[in-house]
Antibody, heavy 120, light 107 residues
Framework: EVQLVESGGGLVQPGGSLRLSCAVS????????MNWVRQAPGKGLEWVSY????????YYADSVKGRFTFSRDNAKNSLYLQMNSLTAEDTAVYYC?????????????WGQGTQVTVSS | DIQMTQSPSSVSASVGDRVTITCRAS??????LAWYQQKPGKAPKLLIY???NLQSGVPSRFSGSGSGTDFTLTISSLQPEDFATYYC?????????FGGGTKVEIK
């Protein structure tokens, strides 16, 4: 069974940092491209970042570029999202999601999400 | 960036109704479009990819069509478990972008 489990969310002050993790199981992790998607309270879905299967290629949304760093450890079946210089606009549920790897970028498995709240 | 515009933003329907949701892209993108269903407090679920391909395990009452800039998600006979919010997403390239969502509510 495919599983993605996020952790590391919480309450952080503006300007602070947080590191999210996503532990995966049930598939050959090193074969798949992965993404982070977030959802602010009461809002729609916003793509945050992408990483290739090897980790060599990474893309970011303009809203997080220069502040967030996406990485993966294929030996540990894990993803990481280092988030720095956080603002209230980063408050959201953060999901890790697998790319189906067919016909473009389609996200076929998602974690349950981890809440990040940026507030003083 | 490709902008995705969904309509309507909400729709009230009854069990058994046919429901159609549209998604328009700001530029042509062949058939690289996905549809997701999201229920409150849950992660999104992939329904359709490549505009018209049903994801494994998704009921056949869901169907997708379109290419270029105009796409449609159709629920042929609405079931109680289908009341949710639906999002389109362009799968053509980065940054990935989502439509604003369509909430399907009980009439």
């Amino acid at each position: 069974e495919v599983q993605l489990v996020e952790s590391g969310g919480g309450l952080v002050q503006p300007g602070g940092s947080l590191r999210l993790s996503c532990a995966v199981s049930g598939f050959t992790f090193s074969n798949y491209e992965m993404n982070w998607v977030r959802q602010a309270p009461g809002k729609g879905l916003e793509w945050v970042s992408y990483i290739s299967s090897s980790g060599a290629t990474i893309y970011y949304a303009d809203s997080v570029k220069g502040r967030f760093t996406f990485s993966r450890d294929n030996a540990k079946n894990s993803l990481y999202l280092q988030m720095n210089s956080l603002t209230a606009e980063d408050t959201a549920v953060y999901y890790c999601a697998r790319d189906k790897t067919a016909a473009g970028t389609n996200l076929d498995y998602w974690g349950q999400g981890t809440q990040v709240t940026v507030s003083s | 960036d490709i902008q995705m515009t969904q309509s309507p933003s909400s729709v009230s329907a009854s069990v058994g109704d046919r429901v159609t949701i549209t998604c328009r892209a700001s530029q042509g993108m062949s058939s690289w479009l996905a549809w997701y269903q999201q229920k409150p407090g849950k992660a999104p679920k992939l329904l359709i990819y490549a505009a018209s391909n049903l994801q494994s395990g998704v009921p056949s009452r869901f169907s997708g069509s379109g290419s270029g800039t105009d796409f449609t998600l159709t629920i042929s006979s609405l079931q109680p478990e289908d009341f949710a919010t639906y999002y389109c997403q362009q799968a053509n390239g980065f940054p990935l972008t989502f439509g604003g969502g369509t909430k399907v509510e009980i009439k």
